[in-house]
């Protein structure tokens, strides 16, 4: 099995070809298991939702400017189009554990783009293996298809920095601003990737960019900013604003004031008496959050540490098995870490820089909103803590192997000596 290893693994399209038939063999396992299970697949408020709201796109030919119309707009059409070709719902699942199985090849060019072709085998069969990968897979839901565009979005932008090529700058802008769409996440994780950008690309290229095409920028700035005032002064986007400040009303409200770190009430949650005065800028949000800004920190501090999985709730120190199952548990965490300090002293933090963004920017987002009890808004980081934490396992194996050399060479030394 090493030979065979060592044989192949610097051959991609065999290491691709195996590793996407794991991925996909394993998710249309599941798949199939729902489908002749005779419960039909898991369903959820979001899922009943996004069916019935497709259901009436197709029918009106026509979107909404509610705050879920228009932040979900990507989601939205693309699940009305796959409806209308397909029928089926199954069918549009079906879809997505494919999908999500073919996403092991954007994990791996990623990986070995930034890293080396062990951190992307690796990365690889972490990312096959977790869970909720396939599991989001099952949902009608936008989670899964995101994934994929979060990947596909990030390995076209590292490939239009390393290659200069036209075609994946313009292939980088589509994804770009269809994942600014797509979801709410997608907005906050393209600002994080557009930071990447500008660490990459040097200041003097930037600028000759901007100037070179001060024209196109220009007319795309004035022609936004038009579109905008319209949108403002003829009152289009009223429904827009007002079911934005009802969401932010019932985020506050529902989740903030009464302490809760997921979506639902737990024992962990951090209790205390909101300040609801509203005396800043007549603003809700920056009252609340100002007034009670000390138990918002608390809350948001439990928040990160719930980031890490419901086993922090979990863990007993008290006894052999739960210290076993403790740092069972963390090995996820020692590796991201280690992955991460590697990543700095190798000096490839920098070029790798787009992986901890977006690890960041879901962490942000979690934290700032809630973190699902299923964890549904954190599946979008997987990908890249696989990544980042498979760098750190082979920088583990080349030092164990490099100490192991070591050793044997210098008994191998005594031995000659005698």
């Not at 299970?37 to 909404?64: E, H, M, R, V």
């Not at 007034?291 to 007993?316: E, M, P, S």
Request: with cysteine; proline share 2%.
């Amino acid at each position: 099995m090493y030979q065979l290893y060592h044989k192949y693994k610097d051959r991609d399209l065999v290491v691709l070809g195996l590793l996407v038939t794991l991925a996909i063999a394993k998710n249309l396992r599941i798949f199939f298991s729902f489908l002749f299970s005779g419960k039909g697949f898991p369903q959820c408020d979001d899922s009943k939702w996004y069916l019935t709201y497709a259901g009436a796109i197709w029918q009106n030919l026509t979107d909404g400017l509610d705050m879920n119309d228009i932040l979900y707009f990507g989601y939205n059409i693309l699940l009305t189009t796959l409806l209308a070709i397909f029928k089926d719902p199954v069918v549009v699942i079906f879809i997505q554990a494919v999908i999500a199985g073919i996403g092991v090849i954007l994990v791996y060019k990623i990986s070995h783009i930034l890293f080396n072709r062990t951190t992307a085998i690796i990365a690889s069969l972490f990312y096959i293996s977790t869970w909720d990968i396939t599991l989001w897979s099952m949902y009608i839901l936008s989670d899964s298809f995101f994934i994929s565009l979060l990947l596909l979005s990030v390995y076209l932008l590292i490939m239009a920095l390393e290659t200069g090529l036209k075609k994946y700058k313009l292939l980088f802008a589509a994804t770009a601003l269809y994942m600014l769409v797509f979801r709410p996440t997608g907005i906050i994780s393209l600002v994080f990737i557009l930071i990447y950008l500008a660490i990459r690309v040097e200041k003097k290229s930037l600028v000759q960019l901007i100037k070179n095409h001060r024209w196109v920028i220009g007319g795309v700035l004035a022609v936004a900013g038009l579109v905008g005032v319209y949108l403002v002064t003829g009152n289009k986007f009223d429904p827009f604003i007002n079911s934005l400040q009802f969401n932010a009303k019932k985020v506050l409200y529902n989740v903030y004031a009464k302490g809760w770190i997921y979506d639902k009430p737990t024992v962990h949650d951090y209790f205390f008496r909101s300040d609801y005065k509203i005396n800043i800028c007549n603003s809700l949000v920056l009252s609340y959050l100002i007034n009670n800004w000390q138990h918002v920190l608390i809350l948001y501090a439990k928040r990160a540490v719930a980031f890490l999985g419901h086993w922090v709730w979990k863990t007993d120190l008290s006894s052999v098995a739960g210290v076993m199952m403790f740092v069972s548990n963390l090995v996820p965490t020692v590796l991201f870490f280690t992955g991460t300090i590697a990543a700095i002293r190798n000096r490839l933090f920098k070029k790798a820089a787009v992986v901890w963004l977006v690890i960041l920017a879901i962490f942000i987002f979690c934290v700032l909103v809630f973190i699902d009890w299923m964890y549904r808004y954190r599946a979008p980081a997987i990908p890249f803590i696989a990544i980042v934490a498979a760098y750190g396992a082979d920088r583990i194996i080349h030092g164990t192997l490099i100490i192991v050399k070591r050793y044997g060479d210098a008994a191998k030394w005594k031995k000659g000596k005698c």
